[in-house]
């Protein structure tokens, strides 16, 4: 690995000097050429989102559904040490495998790949420390509910809402506008908030955000402590037991790239409490007390119990067995139930319940020395891309960083096709771009019914303060069983 040198005082982040120090010039592999990088520049370390970010697109509402126009979007990272000393072309092949190389070339060509800020036209130059990577993208994001996010209180100190099912809190993977932090940035004027707790996509229920650090250290204290109390509320299959009932199985994360866990002994410690509150002849609700914060953990304890959540796209799938999991019983290695996983998903053309693409699968069970970042994407079937032609994936495999911004390419000779304008339902035109494989597709979107799934955090009390939300209605005890859900 090439020796990592640090960036010296006084100097312009970006600047290039006539004669750069001999501790910053390597030589490139191959032949003489010197390249400097200049020295990493100072990130602003906050949490908040600017309006230039809320103004890179807008939204729309369609069928029941919130949606986000495509938009250009720059990835950006800085060089990982282990890809120090290897060519740009070799990174983005074992790394970024989610699109082809012809695609990094024909990128290349019109502009969009650029290091250091510099446009790439070379994919065997040699990436060195601090090198700055930017790929502009066209970006697509999955379509949410249109259901409104509630604000249940605000004061100087913290917001709460009710998170609707299938929004994601944060930024990940193709999700960005469509998430409750660009949401209530965009729409209730809320800015600068910080995350005190996480909820799943498809979890709905109250979800706390602190307007200060201090708050959000203050109550992270709390949690840490254990001296935050959770109630969720669910609606499970079959009978759940009317005597409380408490489960303390470990859980293990299977793949944190899919977002799959089960119980395992070598897995973390938790607990957790279940009361029935209702049995309708079919379908039990349960109110759930987490006394730990695990991923997925009352999914997976209600899974391990034999009571899987009804529309649970995870834990209620066959692919677990016949058993679905009840008591642990699987009898699949991890690599077999996420293929599993994946290919009932693929029969039902629901991969975006599984947040990740059949390719996203692959990387993730075909070699353990991947990229581990979390990755929230939909599948996506493309035809072969040759040098000549402009069809890639979308984009999922950059780093997402609140510091990437809105940037239209620039105009080049590529050889493409040119960009040609769509309209939307609503009247409206959107221009599609050569390169997007997506802007190419025509998908069928999920119902409004198929982004809830049964799970919704009911209330959250902390030492100075409690917050609830109302009751949802397929928790109720008049609510009838639709008849299109299988059982």
């Not at 990982?80 to 990174?91: D, E, Q």
């Not at 379509?143 to 209180?153: C, E």
Request: with cysteine; proline share 6%; charged share 30%.
């Amino acid at each position: 690995m090439a020796e990592a040198t640090a960036a010296g005082p006084g100097r312009e982040g970006g600047e290039q000097e006539d004669t750069p120090p001999a501790a910053k010039r390597r030589r490139l592999q191959g032949g003489g050429a010197e390249r400097f990088v200049p020295p990493p520049r100072k990130l602003n370390p906050g949490v908040s989102f600017s309006e230039a970010h809320f103004a890179e697109t807008s939204y729309y509402f369609e069928g029941g559904l919130r949606k986000v126009r495509p938009y250009y979007f720059d990835f950006q990272t800085y060089c990982k040490g282990r890809w120090v000393g290897k060519s740009l072309l070799h990174v983005f092949a074992s790394e970024f495998r989610a699109h082809p190389l012809a695609y990094y070339r024909v990128a290349a060509r019109a502009g969009r790949l650029r290091l250091n800020e510099q446009p790439v036209r070379d994919l065997d130059v040699v990436l060195k420390n601090n090198d700055f990577l930017r790929n502009t993208a066209h970006r697509h994001e999955p379509p949410v509910t249109a259901q409104p996010i509630q604000v249940l209180a605000e004061n100087d100190e913290m917001v709460v809402v009710d998170k609707p099912s299938s929004l994601p809190v944060h930024p990940c993977g193709r999700f960005r506008h469509n998430t409750v932090i660009f949401i209530l940035g965009k729409e209730h004027d809320l800015k600068e908030l910080h995350t005190i707790h996480r909820l799943d996509r498809m979890t709905s229920g109250v979800l706390m955000f602190a307007k200060t650090l201090e708050v959000s250290k203050r109550i992270d204290e709390q949690v840490r402590q254990r001296q935050l109390e959770k109630e969720y509320v669910c609606r499970v299959l079959g009978e759940f037991p009317e005597n409380e009932v408490v489960c303390e199985e470990p859980i293990l994360v299977v793949s944190y790239k899919v977002g799959v866990c089960r119980v395992d002994p070598k897995g973390k410690s938790c607990k957790t409490v279940f009361q029935r509150l209702s049995y309708n002849g079919k379908t039990s609700v349960v109110k759930c007390f987490p006394h730990t914060g695990r991923t997925h953990q009352i999914r997976v304890h209600l899974q391990f119990l034999g009571h899987p959540i009804v529309n649970d796209p995870i834990y209620n799938m066959e692919a677990w067995g016949p058993a679905k999991g009840k008591g642990g019983k699987i009898d699949k290695t991890d690599e077999e139930l996420l293929k599993a996983l994946v290919e009932e998903h693929n029969a039902k053309l629901s991969f975006d319940m599984l947040d990740i693409s059949e390719e996203g699968l692959k990387l993730s069970t075909g070699s353990k020395d991947q990229d581990s970042s979390g990755s929230c994407t939909q599948t996506v079937e493309v035809t072969a891309i040759t040098e000549n032609s402009c069809g890639t994936e979308d984009s999922k495999s950059q780093e997402d960083s609140s510091q990437n911004s809105y940037s239209k390419p620039e105009t080049s000779e590529t050889g493409c096709e040119e960009a040609s304008p769509s309209r939307t339902l609503d009247g409206d035109i959107e221009e599609k771009d050569p390169l997007c494989a997506e802007c190419k597709i025509i998908r069928q979107d999920p119902s409004p019914k198929e982004l809830v799934m049964y799970l919704h955090a009911l209330r959250y009390k902390g030492a100075e303060f409690e917050y609830c939300s109302k009751m949802p209605d397929w928790a109720l005890e008049d609510w009838e069983e639709c008849q299109e859900l299988k059982l």
